[in-house]
Protein backbone atom coordinates (compact mmCIF):
# COMPACT_ATOMS: atom_id res chain seq x y z
CA UNK A 1 0.00 0.00 0.00
CA UNK A 2 2.89 2.42 1.21
CA UNK A 3 4.34 2.61 -2.11
CA UNK A 4 0.70 2.97 -3.90
CA UNK A 5 0.48 6.59 -1.66
CA UNK A 6 3.89 7.38 -3.41
CA UNK A 7 3.50 7.36 -7.33
CA UNK A 8 0.82 10.36 -6.66
CA UNK A 9 4.44 12.50 -7.04
CA UNK A 10 7.76 11.77 -7.53
CA UNK A 11 10.07 10.14 -4.67
CA UNK A 12 12.02 12.39 -3.05
CA UNK A 13 15.87 12.11 -3.44
CA UNK A 14 16.63 11.43 0.60
CA UNK A 15 19.28 14.02 2.45
CA UNK A 16 21.23 11.47 4.73
CA UNK A 17 23.10 13.16 7.03
CA UNK A 18 25.31 10.73 10.39
CA UNK A 19 24.18 12.41 13.65
CA UNK A 20 27.38 12.17 16.07
CA UNK A 21 28.43 14.19 18.79
CA UNK A 22 32.07 14.48 20.55
CA UNK A 23 31.66 12.34 23.27
CA UNK A 24 30.78 8.93 24.07
CA UNK A 25 26.84 7.37 23.35
CA UNK A 26 25.25 10.74 22.29
CA UNK A 27 21.73 9.95 21.90
CA UNK A 28 22.10 6.26 23.81
CA UNK A 29 23.70 6.76 27.38
CA UNK A 30 25.30 4.14 28.12
CA UNK A 31 25.81 2.22 25.51
CA UNK A 32 29.30 2.73 25.89
CA UNK A 33 29.50 -0.20 27.69
CA UNK A 34 28.28 -2.64 24.96
CA UNK A 35 31.41 -4.48 23.89
CA UNK A 36 31.21 -3.65 20.10
CA UNK A 37 30.92 -0.48 20.47
CA UNK A 38 33.77 2.22 19.83
CA UNK A 39 32.49 5.87 20.33
CA UNK A 40 34.69 5.99 23.84
CA UNK A 41 36.89 6.52 21.48
CA UNK A 42 35.64 9.97 20.66
CA UNK A 43 39.45 11.98 21.56
CA UNK A 44 41.15 10.20 18.86
CA UNK A 45 41.50 12.07 16.25
CA UNK A 46 41.36 8.88 13.64
CA UNK A 47 38.36 7.82 15.53
CA UNK A 48 36.54 10.81 13.21
CA UNK A 49 38.51 10.37 10.14
CA UNK A 50 37.86 6.58 9.88
CA UNK A 51 34.21 7.76 10.43
CA UNK A 52 34.43 10.47 7.31
CA UNK A 53 35.81 7.84 5.44
CA UNK A 54 33.30 5.38 5.78
CA UNK A 55 30.40 7.92 5.58
CA UNK A 56 31.93 9.10 1.98
CA UNK A 57 32.74 5.55 0.64
CA UNK A 58 28.65 5.57 1.30
CA UNK A 59 27.54 8.63 -0.35
CA UNK A 60 26.70 10.09 2.51
CA UNK A 61 25.73 13.52 2.11
CA UNK A 62 27.08 14.82 5.92
CA UNK A 63 28.37 14.65 9.18
CA UNK A 64 26.08 16.45 11.70
CA UNK A 65 27.84 17.39 14.41
CA UNK A 66 25.48 18.06 17.82
CA UNK A 67 27.19 20.21 20.70
CA UNK A 68 26.61 21.27 23.68
CA UNK A 69 28.37 24.15 26.50
CA UNK A 70 27.18 22.64 29.44
CA UNK A 71 26.36 19.49 31.61
CA UNK A 72 23.08 17.59 32.13
CA UNK A 73 22.10 18.75 36.08
CA UNK A 74 18.28 19.49 35.91
CA UNK A 75 17.25 15.84 36.95
CA UNK A 76 17.90 14.98 40.36
CA UNK A 77 19.61 18.57 40.32
CA UNK A 78 22.72 17.20 40.07
CA UNK A 79 25.33 16.79 37.33
CA UNK A 80 26.20 13.15 39.11
CA UNK A 81 23.74 10.74 36.94
CA UNK A 82 25.53 12.57 33.63
CA UNK A 83 28.92 12.08 34.82
CA UNK A 84 28.44 8.06 35.95
CA UNK A 85 26.21 7.02 32.68
CA UNK A 86 28.34 9.49 30.01
CA UNK A 87 25.46 11.18 28.71
CA UNK A 88 27.04 13.74 26.99
CA UNK A 89 29.52 14.12 29.32
CA UNK A 90 32.48 14.90 28.57
CA UNK A 91 31.98 16.48 25.21
CA UNK A 92 34.89 18.00 23.32
CA UNK A 93 34.37 20.89 20.69
CA UNK A 94 33.40 20.10 17.27
CA UNK A 95 34.87 22.31 15.06
CA UNK A 96 38.50 21.45 15.89
CA UNK A 97 37.79 18.41 14.18
CA UNK A 98 36.94 19.12 10.74
CA UNK A 99 39.85 19.72 9.17
CA UNK A 100 41.01 16.43 9.68
CA UNK A 101 37.84 14.27 8.42
CA UNK A 102 37.96 16.94 5.25
CA UNK A 103 41.62 16.69 4.52
CA UNK A 104 40.67 12.83 4.39
CA UNK A 105 37.51 13.03 2.25
CA UNK A 106 36.60 14.85 -1.08
CA UNK A 107 32.46 15.77 -1.31
CA UNK A 108 31.49 14.58 2.19
CA UNK A 109 29.83 17.68 4.16
CA UNK A 110 29.90 18.59 8.02
CA UNK A 111 27.71 20.57 9.94
CA UNK A 112 28.62 21.44 13.31
CA UNK A 113 26.41 22.61 16.09
CA UNK A 114 27.85 26.29 17.21
CA UNK A 115 25.37 28.97 19.21
CA UNK A 116 25.08 32.06 18.80
CA UNK A 117 24.33 32.95 22.72
CA UNK A 118 27.75 32.53 23.79
CA UNK A 119 30.14 33.55 21.12
CA UNK A 120 30.55 37.51 19.85
CA UNK A 121 29.92 36.84 15.95
CA UNK A 122 33.42 38.64 14.70
CA UNK A 123 35.43 35.49 16.09
CA UNK A 124 32.69 32.90 15.24
CA UNK A 125 32.52 34.32 11.47
CA UNK A 126 36.24 34.14 11.46
CA UNK A 127 36.65 30.78 12.46
CA UNK A 128 33.59 29.50 10.24
CA UNK A 129 35.65 31.09 7.37
CA UNK A 130 39.04 29.29 8.20
CA UNK A 131 36.95 25.79 8.27
CA UNK A 132 35.24 26.55 5.49
CA UNK A 133 38.79 27.43 3.45
CA UNK A 134 40.26 24.13 4.81
CA UNK A 135 37.08 22.09 3.62
CA UNK A 136 37.03 23.51 0.54
CA UNK A 137 33.54 24.51 1.34
CA UNK A 138 32.07 21.85 2.38
CA UNK A 139 30.87 23.44 5.68
CA UNK A 140 27.35 23.81 7.72
CA UNK A 141 26.69 25.47 10.69
CA UNK A 142 23.78 24.39 12.95
CA UNK A 143 22.94 27.39 14.61
CA UNK A 144 21.56 26.98 17.83
CA UNK A 145 20.49 29.21 21.04
CA UNK A 146 21.43 27.08 23.60
CA UNK A 147 19.04 25.37 26.21
CA UNK A 148 21.13 24.62 29.53
CA UNK A 149 21.45 27.00 32.55
CA UNK A 150 24.94 25.04 33.34
CA UNK A 151 26.64 26.95 30.19
CA UNK A 152 24.95 30.24 30.81
CA UNK A 153 26.22 30.13 34.18
CA UNK A 154 30.14 28.95 33.02
CA UNK A 155 29.56 31.77 30.26
CA UNK A 156 28.82 34.27 33.73
CA UNK A 157 25.22 34.74 33.32
CA UNK A 158 23.08 33.08 36.32
CA UNK A 159 20.54 31.35 34.04
CA UNK A 160 19.98 30.95 30.09
CA UNK A 161 18.06 34.34 28.81
CA UNK A 162 14.52 33.82 28.09
CA UNK A 163 13.12 31.22 25.19
CA UNK A 164 12.07 34.33 22.69
CA UNK A 165 15.23 36.28 23.50
CA UNK A 166 17.43 34.04 22.59
CA UNK A 167 16.25 34.28 19.01
CA UNK A 168 16.21 38.08 18.94
CA UNK A 169 19.85 37.70 19.92
CA UNK A 170 20.55 34.88 17.42
CA UNK A 171 18.41 37.56 14.90
CA UNK A 172 20.71 40.41 15.10
CA UNK A 173 24.14 37.82 15.52
CA UNK A 174 23.00 36.53 11.75
CA UNK A 175 22.56 39.82 10.29
CA UNK A 176 26.17 40.51 11.72
CA UNK A 177 27.91 37.31 9.96
CA UNK A 178 26.16 38.03 6.76
CA UNK A 179 27.39 41.51 6.68
CA UNK A 180 31.18 40.21 7.57
CA UNK A 181 31.06 36.81 5.65
CA UNK A 182 29.04 38.39 2.54
CA UNK A 183 29.49 42.40 2.61
CA UNK A 184 32.95 43.16 4.02
CA UNK A 185 34.85 41.99 1.26
CA UNK A 186 34.31 41.39 -2.60
CA UNK A 187 34.58 38.39 -4.54
CA UNK A 188 37.69 39.93 -6.46
CA UNK A 189 39.52 41.69 -3.23
CA UNK A 190 42.46 39.44 -3.37
CA UNK A 191 44.50 40.13 -6.10
CA UNK A 192 47.62 38.28 -5.34
CA UNK A 193 49.63 40.48 -7.93
CA UNK A 194 53.25 39.50 -7.60
CA UNK A 195 54.21 42.23 -10.43
CA UNK A 196 52.52 45.14 -9.04
CA UNK A 197 53.17 43.76 -5.15
CA UNK A 198 49.34 44.16 -4.66
CA UNK A 199 48.16 40.97 -2.30
CA UNK A 200 44.30 42.35 -1.64
CA UNK A 201 42.79 45.79 -3.30
CA UNK A 202 42.23 48.22 -0.28
CA UNK A 203 39.28 49.34 -1.48
CA UNK A 204 37.86 46.42 -1.96
CA UNK A 205 37.79 45.39 1.64
CA UNK A 206 35.06 47.62 3.66
CA UNK A 207 34.04 47.73 7.49
CA UNK A 208 31.08 46.76 8.22
CA UNK A 209 30.15 49.54 11.12
CA UNK A 210 27.17 47.38 12.74
CA UNK A 211 25.97 48.72 15.93
CA UNK A 212 23.00 46.85 17.21
CA UNK A 213 21.38 46.18 20.67
CA UNK A 214 23.38 42.89 21.23
CA UNK A 215 26.77 44.04 19.06
CA UNK A 216 28.95 46.79 18.10
CA UNK A 217 31.22 45.08 15.20
CA UNK A 218 32.99 47.52 13.35
CA UNK A 219 35.17 44.90 10.67
CA UNK A 220 36.45 44.61 8.42
CA UNK A 221 36.15 40.93 8.24
CA UNK A 222 39.16 38.93 9.09
CA UNK A 223 39.57 36.73 6.23
CA UNK A 224 39.26 36.35 2.63
CA UNK A 225 35.92 35.18 0.37
CA UNK A 226 35.28 31.09 1.58
CA UNK A 227 34.29 29.36 -1.11
CA UNK A 228 30.67 29.16 -0.07
CA UNK A 229 31.24 32.07 1.95
CA UNK A 230 28.28 31.52 4.40
CA UNK A 231 28.01 27.54 5.75
CA UNK A 232 25.19 25.88 4.43
CA UNK A 233 22.91 26.64 7.14
CA UNK A 234 20.96 24.50 9.14
CA UNK A 235 18.69 24.79 12.41
CA UNK A 236 16.92 23.35 15.05
CA UNK A 237 13.98 24.69 16.81
CA UNK A 238 9.84 24.58 16.01
CA UNK A 239 9.01 26.56 18.77
CA UNK A 240 7.19 29.85 17.34
CA UNK A 241 10.11 31.85 17.56
CA UNK A 242 12.18 29.04 16.39
CA UNK A 243 9.95 28.61 13.35
CA UNK A 244 9.94 32.29 12.34
CA UNK A 245 13.97 31.92 12.45
CA UNK A 246 14.08 29.02 10.35
CA UNK A 247 11.39 30.35 7.87
CA UNK A 248 13.93 33.03 7.28
CA UNK A 249 17.28 31.73 7.94
CA UNK A 250 17.34 27.93 7.64
CA UNK A 251 18.37 25.76 4.35
CA UNK A 252 18.41 22.54 6.74
CA UNK A 253 15.69 22.12 9.68
CA UNK A 254 16.42 19.32 12.07
CA UNK A 255 13.46 17.99 13.79
CA UNK A 256 13.47 15.61 16.37
CA UNK A 257 10.13 13.93 17.49
CA UNK A 258 8.93 10.34 18.39
CA UNK A 259 6.26 10.44 15.49
CA UNK A 260 5.35 12.05 12.75
CA UNK A 261 2.01 13.66 13.57
CA UNK A 262 3.70 15.58 16.48
CA UNK A 263 5.60 17.39 13.64
CA UNK A 264 3.81 17.75 10.77
CA UNK A 265 1.73 20.77 11.00
CA UNK A 266 4.99 22.41 12.50
CA UNK A 267 6.45 21.73 8.90
CA UNK A 268 3.80 22.80 7.28
CA UNK A 269 3.50 26.03 8.88
CA UNK A 270 7.30 26.77 8.77
CA UNK A 271 6.86 26.27 4.67
CA UNK A 272 4.01 28.19 4.93
CA UNK A 273 6.41 31.34 6.97
CA UNK A 274 8.90 31.17 4.59
CA UNK A 275 6.63 31.71 1.73
CA UNK A 276 4.17 34.25 2.57
CA UNK A 277 6.61 36.15 4.95
CA UNK A 278 9.97 36.44 3.64
CA UNK A 279 9.83 35.11 -0.15
CA UNK A 280 11.18 32.16 -0.29
CA UNK A 281 10.46 28.47 -2.40
CA UNK A 282 9.12 26.27 0.59
CA UNK A 283 10.54 23.10 -0.84
CA UNK A 284 14.06 24.99 -0.64
CA UNK A 285 13.81 24.34 2.96
CA UNK A 286 15.00 20.50 3.37
CA UNK A 287 13.53 19.40 7.02
CA UNK A 288 15.44 16.50 8.34
CA UNK A 289 14.06 14.11 10.94
CA UNK A 290 15.85 12.09 13.81
CA UNK A 291 15.79 8.24 13.34
CA UNK A 292 17.61 5.65 14.75
CA UNK A 293 17.76 2.29 12.74
CA UNK A 294 18.34 -0.85 13.82
CA UNK A 295 18.62 -3.36 11.41
CA UNK A 296 18.72 -7.04 10.77
CA UNK A 297 18.19 -9.58 7.76
CA UNK A 298 15.32 -11.12 9.67
CA UNK A 299 13.28 -9.06 11.69
CA UNK A 300 13.92 -11.17 14.42
CA UNK A 301 17.88 -10.72 13.91
CA UNK A 302 17.01 -6.83 14.57
CA UNK A 303 14.68 -7.16 17.39
CA UNK A 304 17.73 -9.31 19.03
CA UNK A 305 19.61 -6.62 18.50
CA UNK A 306 17.48 -3.89 20.46
CA UNK A 307 16.76 -6.67 23.06
CA UNK A 308 21.08 -6.17 23.35
CA UNK A 309 20.91 -2.93 23.15
CA UNK A 310 18.85 -2.06 25.85
CA UNK A 311 20.60 -4.04 28.32
CA UNK A 312 23.56 -1.59 28.32
CA UNK A 313 21.04 1.56 28.07
CA UNK A 314 21.34 4.04 31.10
CA UNK A 315 17.62 4.91 32.16
CA UNK A 316 19.81 7.39 34.59
CA UNK A 317 21.26 8.85 31.61
CA UNK A 318 18.10 9.09 29.69
CA UNK A 319 16.66 10.57 31.93
CA UNK A 320 19.45 13.00 32.96
CA UNK A 321 19.01 14.18 29.01
CA UNK A 322 15.74 14.63 28.71
CA UNK A 323 16.14 17.07 31.94
CA UNK A 324 18.25 19.22 29.73
CA UNK A 325 16.34 19.04 26.55
CA UNK A 326 12.71 20.17 28.78
CA UNK A 327 14.09 21.73 31.98
CA UNK A 328 11.59 19.60 33.65
CA UNK A 329 13.07 16.98 36.58
CA UNK A 330 11.71 14.43 36.68
CA UNK A 331 12.98 12.82 39.82
CA UNK A 332 10.18 14.62 41.57
CA UNK A 333 7.66 12.78 39.91
CA UNK A 334 5.94 9.64 41.28
CA UNK A 335 6.91 6.36 39.40
CA UNK A 336 3.37 6.14 37.92
CA UNK A 337 2.88 10.24 37.72
CA UNK A 338 1.73 11.58 34.08
CA UNK A 339 3.72 14.27 32.71
CA UNK A 340 2.40 17.60 33.25
CA UNK A 341 2.86 20.57 30.62
CA UNK A 342 5.15 23.04 31.69
CA UNK A 343 6.26 26.21 30.41
CA UNK A 344 9.77 25.37 29.86
CA UNK A 345 13.44 27.54 29.14
CA UNK A 346 14.98 24.92 27.64
CA UNK A 347 13.83 22.99 24.35
CA UNK A 348 9.62 24.11 24.44
CA UNK A 349 8.55 22.52 21.57
CA UNK A 350 10.05 18.92 23.22
CA UNK A 351 8.23 19.65 26.42
CA UNK A 352 5.31 19.94 24.56
CA UNK A 353 4.97 17.66 22.49
CA UNK A 354 5.90 14.77 25.43
CA UNK A 355 2.61 16.23 26.87
CA UNK A 356 0.26 16.32 24.02
CA UNK A 357 1.28 12.64 22.09
CA UNK A 358 1.43 9.95 24.32
CA UNK A 359 3.36 6.65 23.37
CA UNK A 360 0.44 4.55 22.17
CA UNK A 361 -2.02 3.20 24.23
CA UNK A 362 -0.16 4.07 27.84
CA UNK A 363 1.20 7.07 29.08
CA UNK A 364 4.09 9.42 29.83
CA UNK A 365 5.60 8.50 33.19
CA UNK A 366 9.23 8.89 34.04
CA UNK A 367 9.55 4.93 33.28
CA UNK A 368 8.23 5.15 29.91
CA UNK A 369 10.33 8.32 29.08
CA UNK A 370 13.30 6.99 30.23
CA UNK A 371 12.81 3.40 28.06
CA UNK A 372 12.45 5.73 24.98
CA UNK A 373 15.17 8.05 25.02
CA UNK A 374 17.88 5.74 26.36
CA UNK A 375 17.87 4.51 22.49
CA UNK A 376 17.74 7.39 19.76
CA UNK A 377 17.00 9.89 22.44
CA UNK A 378 14.17 12.29 21.26
CA UNK A 379 13.74 10.41 18.00
CA UNK A 380 11.94 6.92 16.77
CA UNK A 381 13.56 4.00 16.85
CA UNK A 382 12.75 2.11 13.59
CA UNK A 383 13.53 -1.73 14.23
CA UNK A 384 13.28 -4.13 11.28
CA UNK A 385 14.63 -5.50 7.84
CA UNK A 386 15.99 -3.08 5.49
CA UNK A 387 12.12 -3.11 3.90
CA UNK A 388 10.39 -2.51 6.74
CA UNK A 389 13.13 0.55 7.36
CA UNK A 390 12.70 1.42 4.40
CA UNK A 391 8.82 1.56 4.74
CA UNK A 392 9.72 3.30 8.07
CA UNK A 393 11.14 6.28 6.23
CA UNK A 394 8.78 6.40 3.61
CA UNK A 395 6.04 6.98 6.18
CA UNK A 396 7.64 10.28 7.96
CA UNK A 397 8.51 11.40 4.25
CA UNK A 398 4.68 10.66 2.99
CA UNK A 399 3.28 11.78 6.66
CA UNK A 400 5.29 14.96 7.84
CA UNK A 401 6.79 16.05 4.36
CA UNK A 402 10.68 15.49 5.46
CA UNK A 403 13.26 15.31 3.14
CA UNK A 404 15.76 13.01 4.30
CA UNK A 405 17.24 11.74 8.36
CA UNK A 406 19.84 12.72 10.65
CA UNK A 407 20.81 9.08 11.46
CA UNK A 408 21.73 8.12 14.74
CA UNK A 409 23.76 5.45 16.40
CA UNK A 410 22.97 2.76 18.85
CA UNK A 411 26.59 1.19 18.55
CA UNK A 412 29.31 3.22 16.77
CA UNK A 413 30.27 2.51 14.05
CA UNK A 414 27.98 -0.63 13.71
CA UNK A 415 24.82 0.97 13.44
CA UNK A 416 26.12 3.11 10.35
CA UNK A 417 27.81 0.06 8.97
CA UNK A 418 24.56 -1.49 8.88
CA UNK A 419 22.76 0.67 7.20
CA UNK A 420 25.76 0.74 4.38
CA UNK A 421 25.23 -2.31 4.12
CA UNK A 422 21.07 -3.22 4.63
CA UNK A 423 19.95 0.47 4.10
CA UNK A 424 21.18 2.07 1.66
CA UNK A 425 20.93 -0.07 -1.45
CA UNK A 426 16.94 -1.08 -0.41
CA UNK A 427 16.65 3.33 -0.32
CA UNK A 428 18.30 3.04 -3.71
CA UNK A 429 15.99 0.18 -5.20
CA UNK A 430 13.65 2.37 -4.56
CA UNK A 431 14.74 5.35 -5.94
CA UNK A 432 15.08 6.96 -2.69
CA UNK A 433 18.99 7.82 -2.60
CA UNK A 434 21.62 8.69 -5.16
CA UNK A 435 24.31 6.15 -6.09
CA UNK A 436 26.68 9.42 -6.15
CA UNK A 437 27.32 12.76 -5.13
CA UNK A 438 25.50 15.04 -7.55
CA UNK A 439 29.16 17.47 -7.49
CA UNK A 440 31.75 15.18 -6.43
CA UNK A 441 34.43 17.08 -4.99
CA UNK A 442 31.69 20.42 -4.60
CA UNK A 443 30.86 22.32 -1.34
CA UNK A 444 28.40 20.97 1.09
CA UNK A 445 25.50 23.09 -0.54
CA UNK A 446 26.12 22.37 -3.96
CA UNK A 447 25.63 18.49 -3.37
CA UNK A 448 22.95 19.43 -0.43
CA UNK A 449 21.20 21.49 -3.27
CA UNK A 450 22.30 18.74 -5.85
CA UNK A 451 22.96 21.56 -7.99
CA UNK A 452 26.42 22.36 -10.03
CA UNK A 453 27.65 26.21 -9.09
CA UNK A 454 25.37 26.87 -6.16
CA UNK A 455 27.94 27.29 -3.73
CA UNK A 456 26.55 30.21 -2.02
CA UNK A 457 23.12 30.64 -0.61
CA UNK A 458 20.36 30.82 -3.03
CA UNK A 459 19.33 33.81 -4.62
CA UNK A 460 15.97 34.25 -2.16
CA UNK A 461 17.77 33.42 0.81
CA UNK A 462 18.10 36.29 2.66
CA UNK A 463 22.05 36.01 3.33
CA UNK A 464 22.65 36.79 -0.60
CA UNK A 465 20.99 40.25 -0.79
CA UNK A 466 24.74 40.91 1.40
CA UNK A 467 26.82 39.41 -0.95
CA UNK A 468 29.21 41.66 -2.20
CA UNK A 469 29.89 40.64 -5.95
CA UNK A 470 32.78 40.94 -8.16
CA UNK A 471 33.05 43.97 -10.76
CA UNK A 472 30.32 45.63 -8.20
CA UNK A 473 31.15 49.25 -6.95
CA UNK A 474 30.80 50.12 -3.13
CA UNK A 475 28.75 52.50 -3.88
CA UNK A 476 26.16 49.93 -6.11
CA UNK A 477 25.81 47.66 -3.11
CA UNK A 478 25.98 49.59 0.30
CA UNK A 479 26.02 47.06 3.19
CA UNK A 480 22.15 45.78 3.78
CA UNK A 481 20.51 46.67 7.34
Known amino acids: MADSKNDAKPKKSLVLNAFVEMCSGHQSPGLWRHPDDQSWRFNDVSHWVELAKLLEEAKIHGIFVADVLGGYDVYSGSLDPAKISGAQWPVNEPLAVVSAMAAATESIGFGVTVSTTYEQPYHLARRLSTIDHLSKGRLGWNIVTSYLDSAAKNMGLTEQPKHDDRYAQAEEYLKVVYKLLESSWRDDAVKLDRKSGVYTQPDLVRQIDHNGKFFNVPGPHLCQPSPQRTPLLLQAGTSRAGKQFAAQHAEAVFISAHAPAVTAKNIAELRQIAKDEFGRDPAS ?26 QYASHEGALALFGGWTGMDLSKYGDEEELRHVESNAVKSTAEAYAKFSPGTSKWTKHTIAEHVAIGGNGPVLVGTPSQVADGLEDWVREADVDGF ?9 SFKDIIELLLPELKKRGLFWEDYAVPRGTYRENFYQKPGQSGPPDEHVASKYRWRAGVSAEDHPIPE
Open 285 to 310: IKVLALVTPILGRTEEEARAKLADYR
Open 406 to 414: NLAYALFPQ
